[in-house]
């Protein structure tokens, strides 16, 4: 992995170390993940046994609970992106575990080339921001309103490609062509921090939005 120090962006101070925490954080979430998913693998026998004992005893009704009980556990499992990058896959499930715990359907396709030019810390950096930014956006709807989110992690002519889109009912601005946060001057620095790292990279970034529905893509140079 190619690390060009002169032209990456650093947070400063605070910042820094705040994004840092965030990312240690996220792993012990995934690691978590993991665990839970061995547990499961080595406890496949003992699962095997109880339903089968409850079988032999006509218990069915008790087996019916049982299998039920399994199948939301491995269904947990099942929705977790694994692309092989630890710290995106801390970024990836912690923000979608964090999506559907909020009623927000998520959509998720990340495929990852095996050799990257922008930096571990950039990547999550910019996907932590597109995530932040969409789950706030689904969250400005109305109780009732369908909210989901789509994510896409592949590449597209021989570069990496991020595509985030998601419901919202904000009133979005535009200034200078440029789209404003409607956040707090000291809480909209997502977008600036997106756009600044991907232009350090020579890379491109597109928004797109209707009333209903946010889009944001970004290339980066492989």
Request: charged fraction near 25%; proline fraction near 1%.
């Amino acid at each position: 992995m190619a690390f060009h120090r002169w032209r990456i962006w650093r947070p400063a101070g605070r910042k820094q170390a705040s994004q840092r925490a965030m990312m240690e954080k996220y792993c012990d979430e995934v690691e978590n993940m993991y665990r839970q998913m061995r547990v499961w693998r080595h406890n496949y026998k003992n699962h095997l046994q109880v339903m089968k004992a409850h079988l032999d005893m006509g218990e069915y009704q008790e087996l019916s609970d049982y299998i039920t009980h399994l199948n939301q556990e491995l269904t947990q499992i099942e929705q977790m992106i694994r692309t092989g990058n630890v710290m995106l896959d801390a970024i990836l499930n912690s923000k979608i575990s964090l999506a559907r715990t909020r009623g927000i359907e998520v959509n998720a396709k990340v495929v990852l080339p095996q050799k990257l030019s922008v930096t571990e810390y950039d990547l999550c950096v910019i996907l932590g921001n597109l995530l932040d930014n969409a789950i706030e956006g689904c969250e400005s709807q109305a109780e009732g309103e369908t909210r989901f989110m789509r994510i896409y992690i592949g590449v597209l002519k021989e570069q990496l490609y991020l595509s985030v889109t998601n419901s919202h009912s904000i009133k979005i601005r535009k200034e200078n062509g440029r789209y404003r946060s409607t956040k707090a001057a000291d809480r909209g620095l997502g977008v600036l921090s997106i756009d600044h790292i991907v232009s350090g990279y020579k890379g491109y970034v597109n928004r797109q939005n209707d009333d209903a529905v946010f889009a944001t893509e970004v290339l980066l140079p492989l």
